[in-house]
């Protein structure tokens, strides 16, 4: 990108800390100013809070993917909705908008570089610099050094076709598995052939047959094998019946079983209640007995507890008020009688009450004794009799079927006899070596038959299977294009890999040479990209790891990383920028701005001055 | 002529990868291994 020439007239608006517009001048190298030629390098100088970040908020807008800036919040001024940036030079101006919506931003117009996230990682050393955290963490730098590279798309190219290799040589697999079968079923078929070749010759072999003895011998044949089926069907009808005869025997077994028992459990009730009508007529008399019994106790139990409420009534009277009469005969009476009579009634009470629930457990038991006879009379009546009496139907009709069916035999019996008669007469007529002869034939024919039926079919499946071999070919083509190209993919990330980690480390030496970091002997990427270092003193070599170097020297080796990257994958892009550099080493850090200001167009930093010393921005030029 | 079409489908694989994820990759194997399979069998 070699649009941008000269002075650089940038214009923010609402961007960072800025509220309204404020300009700026950035001067390119070659660039006279003073009769002299500047390098190139803009400082950005001021005390803090004056807007050295907001500036480079401002270049960042120019620059990033509109994706990078969406959650930048703080690009626009926090009381703004609506900001922009403006960059002029003679020829051309770019303008870049930007909007907060829902705590987001959004973007307008046109990005100065196409490609923002590699200018970010290379060309931007801000606080939240990805490539310089991870130096600081010591993290593998692989994934972010290679990223630009093309690399890790090859590596993914020849994973995914390693992937597609293995399933194809799965589906190979399978193709030779169906090749196996193929094999088996032409063996298979040659031997049926065979089989079919042997049955065809002992069919030639047997002896031929004049046709008009041929065709006698099938015409008794089938006058025989009609009457065989006669008589097939007669004795399976003789069988039927028999079959029935056997199944009516049984039933009428199990039902006069049942009836004997039903029979037995009358004839030993009627034993055991010989006179039933007088049995349960003296249960209703001895009912009744104790009926009237109870009656008469109940009787005298009132009359006792009438006297037992008098007594009482006469102790009421004799302890309230002193009346030592009986209030009902009106005769004298003394307190320890009245004492003996109470004790007595409540004595007679208790034993007429023990007798009544005697009685009446007894009546219960006469009373229940009765209710269960009559009720055992009844099922002896009523359902036993007319359980025995649909037995005794059933077993006449089952009798009746066995009847039937024996009659039939008896119909079907001298049939039998015929056609056996008529089968013999037959079969006396048939030449036994022709029938023979054609016997054979026919199981010849069958066997054949089934072999024919058995080669169709596999035949069949080997017309299915036909293409396998040429499935495999095709497939085996597949895998050594997937083979080759996998093989290609690899050996071109390997190579973009080395050449990559070789120019780093190359440019790494060579940054550190002008820096002059005597310590280090040697400052490289391993073959995974972590970052080694070898310390030296004295004429003797220590591998170091970075976390034991000092902030300013690690700042300074990301800014070292950057830099080799910058000259790897941003050979267009116009600016360097470095944002608060007031951690590194000054003479370090001039000798690296020196170094920038050859590679690029316009190197800008920011620097942090004491506000004693100065109170505004200042863009000063060298 | 085998080797500039395996280059040239790989070139078009990791352009894809790049801009699709790989989404047409199988596209891609199918056109260019239709051009291997001619090549190889000429």
Redesign the interface.
Same mark, same amino acid.
């Given at each position: 990108m070699n649009e941008l020439k000269g002075d650089l007239k940038i214009t923010l608006e609402n961007i960072g800390g800025y509220l309204g517009r404020q300009e700026f001048t950035i001067k390119e190298k070659g660039t006279k100013q003073d009769g002299k030629v500047l390098q190139g390098i803009n400082r950005i100088k001021s005390p803090n809070a004056v807007g050295k970040s907001s500036f480079v908020y401002g270049l960042e807008t120019l620059v990033l993917d509109e994706k990078d800036i969406e959650n930048q919040r703080h690009f626009l001024n926090v009381f703004e909705s609506e900001g922009r940036v403006e960059l002029k030079t003679n020829q051309k101006e770019f303008i870049r908008r930007i909007y907060a919506k829902n705590g987001k931003l959004t973007v307008g117009g046109v990005q100065i570089y196409p490609e923002g996230d590699k200018a970010k990682v290379f060309a931007f050393a801000v606080e939240d610099n990805p490539l310089m955290e991870m130096v600081k963490r010591n993290e593998p730098l692989r994934a972010e050094l290679l990223k630009f590279s093309g690399a890790l798309e090859y590596e993914e190219v020849k994973k995914r076709l390693a992937d597609k290799k293995a399933e194809h040589e799965r589906e190979v697999q399978k193709y030779r598995d169906d090749l196996t079968k193929l094999k088996t079923l032409y063996q298979t078929k040659d031997q049926l052939e065979k089989k079919i070749e042997q049955y065809e010759e002992k069919r030639r072999q047997l002896p031929e047959l004049p046709k008009d003895k041929v065709e006698k011998e099938a015409e008794l044949i089938a006058k025989v094998g009609k009457k065989s089926k006669e008589k097939t069907e007669i004795t399976k009808q003789i069988e039927a019946k028999k079959e029935e005869i056997k199944r009516a025997e049984i039933r009428i077994n199990e039902f006069n079983q049942v009836l004997n028992r039903l029979k037995q459990r009358v004839k030993d009730f009627r034993q055991k209640h010989e006179d039933i009508e007088r049995e349960l007529e003296q249960l209703s008399r001895k009912r009744q007995e104790f009926t009237e019994k109870l009656e008469d106790l109940t009787q005298k139990q009132n009359i006792k507890q009438s006297e037992l409420r008098d007594t009482n009534t006469n102790i009421t009277r004799y302890t309230s008020f002193g009346q030592d009469y009986c209030f009902s005969c009106g005769q004298t009476i003394t307190p320890q009688q009245l004492k003996q009579r109470l004790d007595k009634l409540n004595r007679d009470i208790k034993e007429l009450g023990d007798d009544i629930e005697k009685k009446s457990l007894e009546k219960d038991r006469v009373t229940k004794a009765h209710t269960d006879l009559v009720k055992e009379k009844t099922t002896i009546e009523t359902e036993l009799e007319r359980e025995i009496q649909n037995k005794e139907q059933t077993v006449r009709q089952e009798d009746n079927a066995r009847n039937k069916a024996g009659t039939e035999i008896n119909k079907f019996e001298p049939e039998l006899v015929k056609i056996n008669l008529a089968l013999k007469e037959l079969e006396k007529g048939l030449d036994e070596k022709t029938k023979n002869i054609m016997d054979q034939r026919s199981q010849i024919d069958t066997e054949l038959g089934k072999l024919d039926e058995r080669t169709k079919s596999i035949k069949k499946q080997l017309k299915d299977l036909g293409d396998t071999q040429a499935k495999i070919d095709e497939m085996l083509t597949k895998v050594k294009f997937f083979e080759t190209a996998s093989q290609h993919a690899e050996k071109t990330a390997h190579q973009l890999r080395t050449a990559v980690k070789e120019n780093f480390d190359r440019r790494i030496m060579e940054i550190m040479g002008i820096l002059e970091f005597k310590e280090f002997q040697k400052i490289y990427l391993d073959d995974n990209f972590n970052i080694r270092i070898n310390r030296q003193r004295k004429g003797r070599v220590e591998p170091d790891t970075i976390h034991s170097l000092s902030r300013s020297e690690k700042e300074t080796i990301g800014m070292v990383i950057m830099l080799a990257g910058m000259e790897e994958y941003l050979a267009d892009f116009p600016f360097f920028v470095a944002d608060e550099t007031s951690f590194y080493d000054e003479t370090r850090f001039n000798r690296l701005v020196g170094y920038i200001s050859k590679k690029v167009p316009y190197t800008i930093v920011t620097q942090l001055v004491p506000m004693e010393k100065q109170e505004n921005l200042v863009v000063e030029y060298e | 002529m085998? =080797?500039k079409i +395996?280059?040239e $489908?790989?070139k078009e694989?990791?352009?894809d990868? @790049?801009k699709t994820k790989?989404k047409n +990759?199988d596209g891609l +194997?199918e056109k $260019? &291994?239709n051009i &291997? @399979?001619t090549e =190889?069998k000429a």
């Open positions: - | 085998k =080797e +395996i280059d $489908f790989c694989a990791t352009r990868i @790049k790989g +990759i +194997i $260019f &291994y &291997y @399979k =190889e």
